[in-house]
Nanobody, 121 residues
Framework: QLQLVESGGGLVQPGGSLRLSCSAS????????MGWFRRAPGKEREFVAF????????LYADSVKGRFTISRDNARSTVYLQMSSLKPEDTAVYYC??????????????WGQGTQVTVSS
């Protein structure tokens, strides 16, 4: 079992930056690939970023490539999403997920509660 808690969301102006954190409780965090998804108002949930268990391999949605960076600290059982050059279309609730599959970007079984990111002037 894993419990995931996101933090770091908020209101930011276009072009600004935010760093999201996802803290995990449970002994298997370091064994799991991790990822971030988001759901914008009126849209389906979409994949944002993936990181493997070691932190060596990362993958990104085309819409955030070059602007977002996923990382993890297994000693702290935490995964991060550094978001830069934010756009209004990045406005969404961002969810942390454990067990993301790299071959099809499908989500694993464990979700956080989500954190709201709003990009607006």
């Amino acid at each position: 079992q894993l419990q995931l808690v996101e933090s770091g969301g908020g209101l930011v102006q276009p072009g600004g930056s935010l760093r999201l954190s996802c803290s995990a409780s449970g002994r298997t965090f370091s064994l799991n690939s991790m990822g971030w998804f988001r759901r914008a108002p009126g849209k389906e949930r979409e994949f944002v970023a993936f990181i493997d268990w070691s932190g060596t391999n990362t993958l990104y949605a085309d819409s955030v490539k070059g602007r977002f960076t996923i990382s993890r600290d297994n000693a702290r059982s935490t995964v991060y999403l550094q978001m830069s050059s934010l756009k209004p279309e990045d406005t969404a609730v961002y969810y942390c997920n454990a067990g993301v599959r790299s071959y099809d970007y499908s989500a694993g079984d464990y979700w956080g509660q989500g954190t709201q990111v709003t990009v607006s002037s």
